[in-house]
């Protein structure tokens, strides 16, 4: 997908991004590939793939829910930004926090956030499973995403205690979505959450199926969770 095809499909969506948005994007790549050299941050370099599978992709979750009102976004393992920052870019009033284990990353994304010039953005370097148990954050956010960190079991104990009562979780998932679901069906309700809906789509040019699970949170999560950092990935609920 080169940058002409990504404006245009964004555009079939109702997405119409300014030249200062199209700099961003082109800023985004550049700077991925630059520290990409340093650090891990992506096996994906060449720009139309990075363009589809990191930047479209990311706000492909904008098709299925409304980021046009402001929100108070958290992004659990964005890695180098993904979805939060695509997202971001598109939506400027947004207000997005990310948390991530390592710290090269958070470096990163404090140096693209200064490139891109983004205001209303904090990065936190910790463990997913001690971020959910900080009162200033725990069901503090309107909305929690997560992209291609874990299975929906997991996933659901490191994001549903930061999603405020009334808040939403929506995870974004590959062709797997339907069973993960099914195998999280009774720790998403423990959890406080209850499913709303799941989109299924296929990115441009039959590059992969996705899915957008999305799901409310209807009351707190019980305390003791999340459980202390490796045991949602070693043991989870069932």
Avoid at 37 to 47: D, H, P, Q, Y
Avoid at 108 to 120: I, Q, R, T, Y
Avoid at 171 to 188: F, Q, R, S, V, W
């Amino acid at each position: 997908m080169n940058i002409d095809t990504f404006i245009n499909k964004l555009e079939e969506k109702g997405i119409m991004l300014s030249d200062k948005q199209i700099q961003q994007f082109q800023t985004y790549y550049q700077t991925l590939v630059e520290w990409n050299e340093k650090i891990n941050l992506t096996a994906i370099t060449e720009e139309t793939e990075v363009y589809l599978k990191h930047f479209y992709d990311s706000i492909t979750a904008s098709f299925y829910i409304d980021f046009t009102q402001s929100l108070s976004i958290c992004d659990v393992g964005a890695g180098a930004g993904f979805p939060s920052i695509p997202l971001k870019i598109c939506f400027p009033h947004l207000n997005v926090t990310i948390v991530d284990s390592l710290k090269k990353r958070i470096t990163f994304l404090n140096h693209l956030a200064e490139k891109l010039d983004l205001s209303g953005v904090a990065f936190y370097h910790d463990r997913a499973e001690l971020f959910a148990q900080n009162s200033n954050f725990r069901h503090q956010y309107d909305l929690v995403l997560a992209r291609a960190v874990a299975k929906m079991t997991v996933l659901s104990e490191l994001c549903l205690p930061l999603v405020r009562t009334g808040g939403k979780f929506v995870a974004m998932k590959g062709p797997n979505a339907e069973l993960e679901l099914k195998e999280a069906d009774a720790a998403i309700e423990l959890l406080g959450g209850v499913l709303n809906n799941l989109y299924s789509f296929h990115l441009p040019n039959d590059q992969g199926e996705r899915h957008i699970v999305c799901i409310d949170k209807k009351k707190k999560t019980p305390k003791r969770y999340p459980r202390k950092p490796g045991t949602p990935a070693k043991s989870p609920l069932t």
